[in-house]
């Protein structure tokens, strides 16, 4: 997962590149900032993406943020054009709200597969998720263990110790078994290991409403300047 924003397409492209992993083992996602929203800019900004990532199809492609500047049926014009123009072999959106959401599902003329939202377990989305699942959307949560926020939480880490797992551990299986794509980031590779490890246990209905439990609409912890009403 990266992003134009991001400034770092080149380097993943090149990781990518020397980790000789087979190209259809690997799902590479970036996003358009809002500033390349224009259908000239979209389609321009994806192919210097291409270039950076040194790849001839991105997976997924996403608008990063919405943007009221340019009108929503022009972006997703452009964006549909590049999955026809073979840039992308699936498009989406990020940061949408529930009004945002039905707006660009009904004025896109190709199916858009997600939503990546911040979602945690202190973050409340419940109104976001049931409009995915409304649209058929898939839900991808950024910010998955709440900026590392999740590891001292003490609910998480009760939990955790019943199953031999740590507290980022059950904020991430909380996020699995909700059929939420959970992407944490990590600079440590023992964290990767880690990371993936929540596949061998599975939270009772009882600690997964426990954990719901400890959300709010407002302890979101990304928040720009340019972000929508939040629901």
């Not at 608008?63 to 549909?80: C, I, K, Y």
């Not at 123009?85 to 009904?106: C, E, K, P, W, Y």
Request: net charge negative.
């Amino acid at each position: 997962d990266t992003a134009q924003i991001y400034d770092n397409e080149r380097e993943v492209g090149e990781g990518v590149r020397a980790s000789h992993v087979r190209r259809s083992d690997l799902f590479v996602t970036t996003k358009v900032w809002t500033t390349h929203f224009g259908p000239n800019d979209l389609i321009r900004s994806t192919k210097e993406s291409l270039v950076k990532l040194r790849l001839s199809e991105i997976d997924l492609l996403l608008l990063h943020w919405p943007n009221p500047q340019v009108p929503l049926e022009e972006t997703l014009g452009a964006l549909a054009h590049a999955k026809e123009l073979g840039m992308t072999r699936h498009i989406g959106v990020s940061n949408f709200t529930v009004a945002l959401l039905a707006q660009a599902v009904a004025a896109c003329p190709a199916p858009l597969v997600c939503n990546q939202i911040e979602y945690h377990p202190f973050l409340d989305q419940t109104k976001v998720l049931a409009a995915c699942a409304e649209h058929g959307i898939a839900v991808v949560a950024y910010s998955p263990i709440a900026k590392g926020q999740a590891k001292s939480a003490e609910i998480l880490a009760r939990i955790g110790a019943t199953h031999g797992k740590s507290a980022a551990q059950v904020s991430l299986r909380w996020l699995v078994q909700q059929n939420v794509v959970a992407i944490p980031r990590t600079s440590k590779i023992e964290r990767l290991s880690q990371n993936i490890d929540v596949f061998d246990f599975e939270l009772s209905d009882s600690e997964m409403a426990e954990i719901f439990a400890m959300g709010s609409a407002n302890r979101r912890l990304t928040n720009v300047m340019h972000a929508p009403e939040w629901d």
